[in-house]
Nanobody, 117 residues
Framework: QVQLVESGGGLVQPGGSLGLSCTAS??????????MGWYRQAPGKQREFVAR???????LYAAFVGGRFTISRDNSKNSVFLQMDSLKPEDTAIYYC?????????WGQGTQVTVSF
């Protein structure tokens, strides 16, 4: 069982920046098929993919990111980060961390991101 704890959500004005963190209770980046990523769910909408970072290979981003977000990781802390810049009101959502570990998926509890004046 892998537990994920997210932090860093909050309220930010349009055009601002926000950083999210997710720390796993277990080592993630050991096998090539493992990865961690971020998803989001806006009110009344389905959960959607945002970005992910694998054990090996390149990061992957959703098209709507458009170069505004950066996903990174710290293996020593079993953590993944999402730096979000040039935020838009439509980025408002609950952001969830996901870990794909040895064929199983684990989710964090989510952290609210609100982009508004």
């Amino acid at each position: 069982q892998v537990q994920l704890v997210e932090s860093g959500g909050g309220l930010v004005q349009p055009g601002g920046s926000l950083g999210l963190s997710c720390t796993a209770s277990s080592i993630i980046f050991t096998f090539s098929d493992n990865y961690m990523g971020w998803y989001r769910q806006a009110p009344g909408k389905q959960r959607e993919f945002v970005a992910r970072i694998p054990t090996r290979g390149n990061q992957l981003y959703a098209a709507f990111v458009g170069g505004r977000f950066t996903i990174s990781r710290d293996n020593s802390k079993n953590s993944v980060f999402l730096q979000m810049d040039s935020l838009k009101p439509e980025d408002t959502a609950i952001y969830y961390c996901r870990a794909h570990v040895n064929g199983l998926d684990y989710w964090g509890q989510g952290t609210q991101v609100t982009v508004s004046f």
